[in-house]
């Protein structure tokens, strides 16, 4: 039976990203540290002279340990490696690299708020770089140009479409792609509806994102929206970096927060008396909780704005209870249960585990949600979403009682005149603005 829904909308991806990865060094099919003497480079895995990729997972490997920047020493000795974990929260990186970002003014003799520098048993830096260690040293990797930067957005948008979307949710967009959309848009190029958020990597960093949403506004697009400001506060659940309330299982870390509590208030006080939006990153239940107590403790003082919480994979009932009050919409990805349901039972506490993936629960609640892929992290697939949420409610994971559909139908219905159809098994026609695309 052929399916539609209008709008059909992926509600946080990073929509640069996606184009990137599609075109650069893969390595999820990585079975083994080692394997990686296998890769063949091709000219377009280089960013200028570093070799960049994506995709690996230590949790897919029999020893379960990260990797460890000798062998990529003994593969690529003359040339910086920078290879990010599959959830895009950590980085692998070779001595050539860690020479390369030094002389750039990295510091790798302490570890960075919210980050931590992985070091092994004799103090060696290992090559591991979690979190804001890892967005530091990504922020320091050379520029692409504009072109490849147009190329990268043409091949974004073509995956979300044949994946089934025509409306998506970027939290990582910047002026420079801004632009770049722009201009794509007046070409009639665009076959995407983009919602924005632009990332802040810490508080002083904030009024840098106010100017640039500003310079944003000033550079309208009929189908481009700037909403507001992201923020990452914990990290994930494959790194065990995501806040947790309880230490992770045979571990002595329950996770971090990248922002501390008086930060979060004092954004959340900036970005809603900006009259803006904000979108925090919050994976673990004691990220999500801290999050939620700081909005209540901020709109108690009469500052009122709307709050996005992304992924919430981990909410206790009690947390939930106090986002009643809250303008909060929370942003889930079910596809995330496809990739980890098998390892989660090896690092969660049990106590934990039954608060995973909260759809029904926060739907009881009446919390607003909408569900999303999280790409490139995940690909960007309608009917993937689909496939975890049937196969999550023959497990544990208690099942959606209503339409899956409307939580992937932009809010906006009138945002140009879009619709995909579909049936259980295949994406069967996208229609964008009027007009077919595949």
């Known amino acids: 039976m052929i399916q539609t829904i209008k709008n059909c909308y992926d509600s946080h991806i990073h929509f640069l990203a996606i184009g990137q990865v599609a075109a650069g060094l893969q390595l999820q099919s990585l079975a083994s ?31 379960k340990k990260f990797p460890h920047k000798k ?121 995407v509806c983009v919602d924005s958020f632009v990332t802040a990597e810490n508080l002083g960093d904030l009024p840098r994102v106010l100017n640039e949403i500003s310079a944003m506004k000033k550079n309208p697009s009929p189908f481009l929206k700037i909403h507001g400001v992201k923020l990452f506060v914990d990290g994930s659940l494959g790194s065990k970096t995501a806040f947790l309330s309880q230490n992770y299982l045979q571990s002595e870390t329950h996770g971090m927060m990248s922002w501390a509590t008086d930060e979060i208030k004092q954004a959340l006080k900036m970005i809603w008396q900006s009259k803006l939006e904000v979108a925090i990153h919050t994976i673990g239940d004691q990220a999500v909780h ?55 039972p090896e690092v969660l506490p049990v106590d934990l585990l039954k608060n995973l993936f909260p759809w029904e629960a926060l739907r009881k609640n009446k919390i607003a949600f909408d569900f999303g892929s999280d790409a490139p992290i995940e690909p960007s697939l309608l009917l993937r979403n689909l496939q975890a949420l049937q196969l999550s409610a023959q497990k544990s994971i208690p099942a959606l009682a209503d339409d899956w559909k409307k939580y992937h139908a932009h809010c906006d219905l009138k945002w140009t005149n879009s619709w995909t159809e579909f049936d259980e098994s295949s994406i069967r026609q996208v229609y964008f603005d009027g007009q077919p695309l595949l």
Request: glycine share 6%; proline share 4%; charged share 20%.
């Open 71 to 191: 062998t990529l020493d003994q593969i690529f000795p003359d040339t910086p490696v920078f290879l990010s974990r599959v959830d895009g929260h950590a980085s692998w990186i070779n001595s050539k690299a860690v020479d390369a970002l030094t002389k750039k003014g990295y510091d790798f003799s302490k570890n960075p708020v919210g980050g931590t520098i992985a070091r092994d048993e004799q103090g060696e830096v290992t090559g591991v770089l979690f979190d804001q260690a890892h967005i530091n040293a990504l922020l320091m990797m050379p520029h692409f140009t504009d072109a490849q930067t147009k190329a990268h957005f043409e091949i974004s948008q073509k995956l979300l479409n044949q994946g089934g979307f025509t409306h998506a949710r970027d939290l990582s967009m910047n002026l420079n792609s801004w632009q770049i959309l722009s201009q794509m848009s007046d070409d009639k190029k665009i076959s």
């Open 290 to 344: 801290e999050v939620v107590l700081a909005a209540r403790q901020v709109s108690a003082e009469g500052i009122l704005g709307r709050l996005h919480l992304e992924h919430v994979q981990i909410v206790r009932p009690e947390t939930i209870q106090l986002m009643k009050p809250l303008h909060i919409t929370c942003h889930m990805q079910p596809c995330h249960w496809l990739s980890d349901h098998s390892w989660l």
């Open 33 to 63: 540290e080692l394997e990686i003497q296998n890769i063949q480079i091709k000219p377009q895995y280089y960013r200028e002279s570093w070799i960049q990729g994506f995709g690996w997972d230590q949790n897919k490997w029999s020893s």
